[in-house]
C-alpha cells in the first residue's frame, strides 16, 4: 500500500463496522458458534493471523471473532463463492493477490501494515473448496521471515457444514479453536536455500493449525498416509502451476 494505512483504515471505518455488526450476528443466528482460546488473543498488533480455509465465508468468521481491525491477503478470483456475495470482501478492502505469481505489491502493502502494527489474516492454503487440509503457500511464511511479526493459528471446525445445514434447517455447530503465539521467524540466504527454510516454516505453521482440528481434517499435515495422499491429489490450488490472470474486477 503506498498511501498510508491510517488513512486507509479511516474511510474504511464505517462500512466496516457495519460488516462485522453484521458478521457477528449472521454466526449468532445461523450457527452454534463455541470459541476456544479467546485467553491466546493478543491485545493488539503486529500480528499475523492464520486459519485453515474449508469455506468462501471463513474471513466473514475471522472478522467476526477477532477484537482488533484486520486487513486481509486475498484471491482476486473468487472462485468458490457465490456472485452474489462478491461485493462484501471488495467493501471491505483487502490486498489483492494473484494466486500463482509473487503479487509483490499485496506482499510489500501487508509488511507496511506489519510495520505500523496492524493486523494481517492470511489462509495460507490460499483457496477454499476443500474439507481437508491442503499443502500452504510461501506467502505467509515469507511475510512472517521479513517482519518477524508473531503469528497466531487459529482452526475453524465446521464451517463446510454452514449452508447445506441451513438449507435443511439447521443450525451447523461451528468451533474455533485459538492456539499460542508462533514465531519470530528468520530466513536467511538466496535462492533455494532461503525457499527451503520458508518451507520449513510453512510447514510448522501449517503443522500448528492441523493439531487444533479433528484428525481427520489435517489432510496433507495427517500422520494417515491415505490422507496425504487425498489431500495432495486435490492440490492443484484451482489453477494448477500456471498463474492466475485477473477476470473478477
Given at each position: 500500500?503506498?498511501?498510508?494505512?491510517?488513512?486507509?483504515?479511516?474511510?474504511?471505518?464505517?462500512v466496516?463496522?457495519?460488516?462485522?455488526?453484521?458478521?457477528r450476528?449472521?454466526?449468532?443466528?445461523?450457527?452454534?458458534?463455541?470459541?476456544e482460546?479467546?485467553?491466546?488473543?493478543?491485545?493488539?498488533?503486529?500480528?499475523?493471523?492464520?486459519?485453515?480455509?474449508?469455506?468462501?465465508?471463513?474471513?466473514?468468521?475471522?472478522?467476526?471473532?477477532?477484537p482488533?481491525?484486520?486487513?486481509?491477503?486475498?484471491?482476486?478470483?473468487?472462485?468458490?463463492?457465490?456472485?452474489?456475495?462478491?461485493?462484501?470482501?471488495?467493501?471491505?478492502?483487502?490486498?489483492?493477490?494473484?494466486?500463482?505469481?509473487?503479487?509483490?505489491?499485496?506482499?510489500r502493502a501487508a509488511?507496511q501494515?506489519?510495520?505500523?502494527g496492524?493486523?494481517?489474516?492470511?489462509?495460507?492454503?490460499?483457496t477454499?473448496?476443500a474439507?481437508?487440509?491442503?499443502?500452504?503457500r510461501?506467502g505467509?511464511?515469507f511475510?512472517a521471515?521479513?517482519?518477524?511479526?508473531?503469528?497466531?493459528p487459529?482452526?475453524?471446525?465446521?464451517?463446510?457444514?454452514?449452508?447445506?445445514s441451513?438449507?435443511?434447517?439447521?443450525?451447523?455447530r461451528?468451533?474455533?479453536?485459538?492456539?499460542?503465539?508462533?514465531g519470530?521467524?528468520?530466513?536467511?540466504?538466496?535462492?533455494?536455500?532461503?525457499?527451503?527454510?520458508?518451507?520449513?516454516?510453512?510447514?510448522?505453521i501449517?503443522?500448528?493449525?492441523?493439531?487444533?482440528?479433528?484428525?481427520?481434517?489435517?489432510?496433507?499435515?495427517?500422520?494417515?498416509?491415505?490422507?496425504?495422499a487425498?489431500?495432495?491429489c486435490?492440490?492443484?490450488?484451482?489453477?494448477?502451476?500456471?498463474?492466475?490472470?485477473?477476470?473478477?474486477?
Amino acid at each position: 500500500m503506498s498511501t498510508d494505512y491510517t488513512a486507509f483504515r479511516r474511510r474504511r471505518r464505517p462500512v466496516r463496522a457495519a460488516l462485522r455488526w453484521l458478521a457477528r450476528r449472521a454466526f449468532s443466528l445461523l450457527s452454534h458458534l463455541e470459541i476456544e482460546g479467546r485467553e491466546n488473543l493478543p491485545s493488539s498488533g503486529p500480528l499475523i493471523v492464520v486459519a485453515n480455509h474449508f469455506n468462501f465465508a471463513d474471513p466473514a468468521l475471522m472478522v467476526a471473532i477477532a477484537p482488533w481491525p484486520l486487513e486481509f491477503l486475498g484471491g482476486i478470483n473468487m472462485r468458490h463463492a457465490p456472485r452474489l456475495v462478491h461485493w462484501i470482501p471488495k467493501a471491505w478492502g483487502y490486498f489483492r493477490v494473484l494466486r500463482g505469481t509473487a503479487s509483490r505489491d499485496a506482499l510489500r502493502a501487508a509488511e507496511q501494515v506489519l510495520r505500523e502494527g496492524g493486523v494481517i489474516g492470511i489462509y495460507p492454503e490460499a483457496t477454499a473448496g476443500a474439507a481437508i487440509l491442503r499443502p500452504a503457500r510461501p506467502g505467509t511464511a515469507f511475510l512472517a521471515a521479513r517482519t518477524g511479526v508473531p503469528i497466531l493459528p487459529i482452526a475453524f471446525e465446521g464451517m463446510h457444514y454452514l449452508f447445506p445445514s441451513l438449507r435443511q434447517g439447521r443450525r451447523a455447530r461451528i468451533r474455533v479453536r485459538i492456539g499460542e503465539l508462533l514465531g519470530p521467524f528468520t530466513a536467511i540466504g538466496h535462492g533455494r536455500e532461503r525457499r527451503r527454510q520458508l518451507d520449513k516454516i510453512t510447514d510448522e505453521i501449517m503443522q500448528h493449525i492441523a493439531e487444533l482440528l479433528p484428525p481427520d481434517r489435517r489432510g496433507y499435515y495427517s500422520d494417515d498416509p491415505a490422507q496425504r495422499a487425498e489431500a495432495a491429489c486435490a492440490n492443484d490450488y484451482d489453477y494448477g502451476f500456471r498463474p492466475e490472470i485477473e477476470r473478477d474486477i
